[in-house]
């Protein structure tokens, strides 16, 4: 098993960044593939972006390609979300997930963190 923990979230005004960060403990993170996934209140949890074990695929929701970079260093046992040009409909909670395989699909995602809260304000 592998336990997360995000980091890294706050409130930033629209146009802002943050950079959100996963550690994991309990098993490398490099035996995994990572999602990350956010939820806003009253609406269902969506995917925002996944990358492979090896760092080598990466996918992106329509919704943040071009602003958000999602990355790995596994040495660290740490992944990244990188969030630029932050519009107040990004806000929700922001989760990362570890599963064995890819997949956009949060229902799929096993080991889950607990979550981090970004604000951003117009």
């Known amino acids: 098993q592998v336990q997360l923990v995000e980091s890294g979230g706050g409130l930033v005004q629209a146009g802002g960044s943050l950079r959100l960060s996963c550690a994991a403990s309990g098993r490398a993170v490099s035996d995994y593939a990572m999602g990350w996934f956010r939820q806003a209140p009253g609406k269902e949890r969506e995917f925002v972006a996944f990358?492979?074990?090896?760092?080598?695929?990466?996918s992106y929701a329509d919704s943040v390609k071009g602003r958000f970079t999602i990355s790995r260093d596994n040495a660290k046992n740490t992944v990244y979300l990188q969030m630029n040009a932050l519009k107040p409909e990004d806000t929700a909670v922001y989760y990362c997930?570890?599963?064995?395989?890819?997949?956009?699909?949060?229902?799929?995602?096993?080991?889950w963190g607990q979550g981090t809260q970004v604000t951003v304000s117009s």
């Open positions: 997930a570890a599963r064995a395989g890819l997949s956009r699909d949060f229902a799929m995602y096993p080991y």
């Open positions: 990358i492979s074990w090896t760092g080598s695929a990466t």
